[in-house]
T-cell receptor
Framework: GQQLNQSPQSMFIQEGEDVSMNCTSS?????WLWYKQDPGEGPVLLIA?????ELTSNGRLTAQFGITRKDSFLNISASIPSDVGIYFC?????????FGTGTSLTVIP | NAGVTQTPKFQVLKTGQSMTLQCAQD?????MSWYRQDPGMGLRLIHY???????DQGEVPNGYNVSRSTTEDFPLRLLSAAPSQTSVYFC??????????????FGPGTRLTVT
């Protein structure tokens, strides 16, 4: 099935640094979703975006719906150790969802 | 509001055995899906349902059956387990907010090993 291109694949950062990751698609989406998955757990929905250009925040997380509707961005400010995990994007076509390949984030204290 | 629940959390099966993975949601969502997650493969859709009594195949349906008799429940049945079905299985429920806008929520997963 279709996979969304997500980058970077992994990141190793110092605690306190900001993080940026992005997701691109060959198709237009009307929804972009961002998830975080901790080891051994299910993905947790962080942010949902519905409008091109929209910027939405959830605490230290900010996500943007790209104006082309083919990309989305997630930023994490002032990272902390509990930000460790895999982040991935998702976009639906109808009620079927397509997922990014994931960005593995490691935060070094 | 428990969201999406899955049981069991862990399961070990022998090749050829059958079992049912349970999934329930209490959010009255119309859509439910089953995914498997394997290293390097991401999330792959097994089966999905757009409402009670309606199911359809996803990307990797072989070896699995589903049914949806109620809005709340969406069990996944492994008919004759094979080692290739060793994976982590996630159930998800989603709903439409109209105009192509959706939200999807995942359960905690079932870790299945087939020996």
């Amino acid at each position: 099935g279709q996979q969304l291109n997500q980058s970077p694949q992994s990141m190793f950062i110092q605690e306190g640094e900001d993080v940026s990751m992005n997701c691109t698609s060959s198709s237009i989406f009307n929804t972009w979703l961002w998830y975080k998955q901790d080891p051994g757990e299910g993905p947790v929905l962080l942010i949902a975006l519905y409008k091109a250009g929209e910027l939405t925040s959830n605490g230290r997380l900010t996500a943007q719906f790209g104006i082309t509707r083919k990309d989305s961005f997630l930023n994490i400010s002032a990272s902390i150790p509990s930000d460790v995990g895999i982040y991935f994007c998702a976009g639906p076509t109808g009620n079927q969802f397509y997922f990014g390949t994931g960005t593995s984030l490691t935060v070094i204290p | 509001n428990a969201g999406v629940t899955q049981t069991p959390k862990f399961q070990v099966l022998k090749t050829g055995q059958s079992m049912t993975l349970q999934c329930a949601q209490d959010m009255n969502h119309e859509y439910m899906s089953w995914y498997r997650q394997d290293p390097g493969m991401g999330l792959r859709l097994i089966h999905y349902s757009v409402g009670a009594g309606i199911t359809d195949q996803g990307e990797v349906p072989n070896g699995y059956n589903v049914s949806r008799s109620t809005t709340e429940d969406f069990p996944l049945r492994l008919l004759s387990a094979a080692p290739s079905q060793t994976s982590v299985y996630f159930c998800a429920s989603s709903y439409s907010k109209g105009q192509g806008r959706y939200e999807q929520y995942f359960g905690p997963g079932t870790r299945l090993t087939v020996t």
